[in-house]
């Protein structure tokens, strides 16, 4: 199902959609008529970047008489190639897309009024002037999605005086940020293409989209590298799979544990790079022994000789074998053991000798964007720490300072610590966990400020709307890119003049500044800032303008000398952990909660990402939902086997029930599914009526899940619940 979605062309994909042309009137039958009436047009090519998702892929866009005529993939790109997703060529219509909000919005007595920009940036500085006076600065926060404009989000914060700038981490990827830091000193990435041994621990490229990665796994396979993909699900990758191993959810920990035993106990690991390279082997051998294979196999429902197999076999390949760094699934932020997981799986490469190694786990040579002042000087930094309490002992020790922990948002403001917010490029009310929880805690606040092309959930209850342009109407800020083997500099571009009233992000956050008072700390246009920031990498804007990407900084070299950790060493055994108190090897920890197996209505309920889906962002594109439609992705995955014993059929409607949720959905049957644990897309269950083709359409995880934090790095655990499924 979902890997034809993904197998479709640019051409049938537009057949395809519109054979749904009565669902979208606006979009493609328009399109077709005028690019018809336009056939003769000149046609301009300007480069820019995708903002269908994170990994802001390079592009072409073709503008004739001022509309978009089409999209193409920049070549020069070392992410995507000169290739385009099925959501980058979606997303892009969503330009067009009537749902877009046209000018500032105000909410009087719960309906939104259209306000002009002065209005709108008077009456916002006036209110938060009086919350400073009254609540201090700390009362402030901003949240976004981590993107190019962050620099200047934090800048503004740091100019009011506030600690309180947040991203999504906390939902998404802070522990496996916090285990890879501990363990060699950054995040680094996977060098696929040259591996001879790939294994992906509940990662999914194919489907939490990386085109790069998926190419390099092509490119690997065809030359005869071994791919086994662990994941409760048959999952996207795993058709590109020699193996699939179908594991228990949250039990990774085990098989990883189990995995470490048996190179320790065969001498299976690189005896030369552990003994020059990493430190705390030996406690790590006293404490393995406690994880034998057979162990683990009752924990994580993989044979224990097949654990004992594949170590063998990606043991054998190594150094050029590796086991995927992980993203989101697993081990990004998604259960109480999703640290020590991230850490055993950093472990684990290590022990094959493959750190900063071709075909292995490598850190790319980093190229930093250069910095405003002295010409424009910094603000003083916040006075306090961040009330969420990263990087606190005793709090979130392991959490992430520069992230914080964005779903404690509504608690804070529910214990009247935080008073007025901004949310920029992000949705919380939608991606955060616990809906009812997360309204009531931006309900609280006596200022909420959304800047949004359309009225997301979080929009829908902001006190004032501010509409971002759209990608393709707006130039914003210099970004660096770090795939490959050499980092690049990019830069999104304005394609055509925005359709309605609305602006870039880095004007919005330089005319509030201006009117909060704190303009003397925006005195730049974005291009005097852009050129300081290539300053120190000898970019020209004018040439990156002209070509949208280009390579900067040193080519990627083998071999390390001192890495970012205390020792300078790989740390398998980590004095930091111990000192905060933690094991400071990894110890099987079990998930937080578990399905009684007794009950055969039980389920943990895990999700996961579509090809065609950008998180709750892309289901209000009527091309893309018509894709869900006709492939009927939108349904809960089921194990065949443990819905016949419940008497469901293929298609039945079920209820779903957690302790802090309820919904109804179609079920699917499958083998591919491993039976203690049920399956959701996460990309639907948008319940902002503003957005008409997303509304109503399936159901989302967060529903479903309670506000957890984990006890050491602050993460969502958001696969930590059980559900009841019964036949509605
Ligand atoms: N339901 C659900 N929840 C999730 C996930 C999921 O897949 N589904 N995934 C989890 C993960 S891995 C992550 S990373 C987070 C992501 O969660 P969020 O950070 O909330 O990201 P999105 O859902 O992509 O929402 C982005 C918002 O930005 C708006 N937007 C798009 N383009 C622009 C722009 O150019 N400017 C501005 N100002 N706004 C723009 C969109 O309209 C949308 O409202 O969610 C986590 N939670
Ligand atoms: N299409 C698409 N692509 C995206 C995004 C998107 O929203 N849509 N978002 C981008 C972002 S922000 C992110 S973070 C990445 C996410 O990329 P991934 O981390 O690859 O994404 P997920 O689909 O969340 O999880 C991957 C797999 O983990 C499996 N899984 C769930 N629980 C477990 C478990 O306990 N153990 C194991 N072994 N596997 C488990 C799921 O079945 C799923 O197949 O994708 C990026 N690319
Ligand atoms: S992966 Fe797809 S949606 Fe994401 S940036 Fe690249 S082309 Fe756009
Ligand atoms: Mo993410």
Redesign the pocket.
Known sequence: MQDKSLKLSRRSFLRGSALTAGALSLGLLDFQSWAKSNAAAPVRRIPTIC?G??NRCSLFAYVKNGRIWRIEGNREANGNQGVVCPKGHGYLH?LYNPNRIRSPLKRVEGKFQPISWEQAYKEIAQKINIILMENGPESVFW?????PNHAYALRFMHSLGSPHYF???S???TARNAAWNFTVGKLPSNDLANSRFIMTIGRNPAG?IDLGQVRDIVKAKERGAKIIVVDPRHNETAILADEWLPIKPGTDLAFLLAMINVMVGETLYDKEFVANNTVGFQQLEDEIINYPPQWAEKICDIPAETITRVTREIARAKPYALIHRG??GAI??QYLNSFQTARALAIANSLLGNINRKGGIYFPESAELGELQPTHPAPAGPAGPKADGTGIPGRYPLGSYGDGI?HAIPELALRGVLKCGFV?????L????NPQRVIAGYRKLELLV?????L????SIAHYV?P????LE?D?AVDTKHYGKRAQVSIQRKVIAPLFDSRS?FQ?IGDLAKHLGIGKYFNFTLDEANELRLKPLGVALKDLKAKGILPVGEAWKEGFGKLETPSGKVEIASSTLERLGYPAIPRWEAPLVSPDDKDPHSFRLI???QAI??????A?QPYLMAISRRYDMIRLLINRKRAEKIGLKDGDVVKIKSLVGEGEIRVKLTEGLHPSCVWLP????IFSKHLTTAYDQGL???DFLPTLFDPTVGH?M?SEVIVQVKKA
């Open positions: 903002n998702c994170g969503d949240v976004n999605y981590p993107q991203t999504h981490g939902t998404c990827y939490g993203y989101h990004g932020a964005s920029y490029h992000h949705n919380p939608r991606t955060n966990p959304v800047i949004d092309p359309v997301s959930e979080t929009a501010l971002a342009s759209f990608y707006a914003e992000g919005i999700h996961g990402k889906h950008t998180h709750a962002m892309t209000n996460s990309g639907y269950g989302s995880y967060n969502a958001s």
